[in-house]
């Protein structure tokens, strides 16, 4: 049975900073792309970054610069520190494992920034 769960969500300031961890289970990890999204109330769930098996990353263009996602095969877990961050980030955040068709999701964890 394929498990992600997410972890490190919270509330902060504007400015500062968290990690969001996603451990999976059920998969071979190391082969699947690993993804975070985000969706705000009243918002469709967009992309934040992903990062392939091979370790490519990449960003939605109102993260770079900001955010960054790596992960740790022998871990089977995927990170996304998240620096700078503004009230606009508020969402719940979501992560994602994805292969060719298969696509699998966690429960979310809510990120609030404060102005």
């Known amino acids: 049975q394929v498990q992600l769960a997410e972890s490190g969500g919270g509330l902060v300031q504007a400015g500062g900073s968290l990690t969001l961890s996603c451990e999976a289970s059920?998969?071979?990890?190391?082969?699947?792309?690993m993804g975070w999204y985000r969706q705000a109330i009243g918002e469709q769930r967009e992309l934040v970054a992903a990062?392939?098996?091979?370790?490519?990353?990449n960003y939605a263009d109102s993260v770079k610069g900001r955010f960054t996602i790596s992960r740790d095969n022998a871990k089977n877990t995927v990170y996304l520190r998240m620096d700078s961050l503004k009230p606009e980030d508020t969402a719940v955040y979501f992560c994602?494992?994805?292969?060719?068709?298969?696509?699998?999701w966690g429960q979310g964890t809510q990120v609030s920034v404060s102005s």
């Open positions: 990062i392939t098996s091979s370790g490519s990353a």
């Open positions: 059920g998969i071979t990890f190391s082969i699947y792309t």
């Open positions: 994602n494992a994805r292969m060719a068709l298969i696509s699998r």
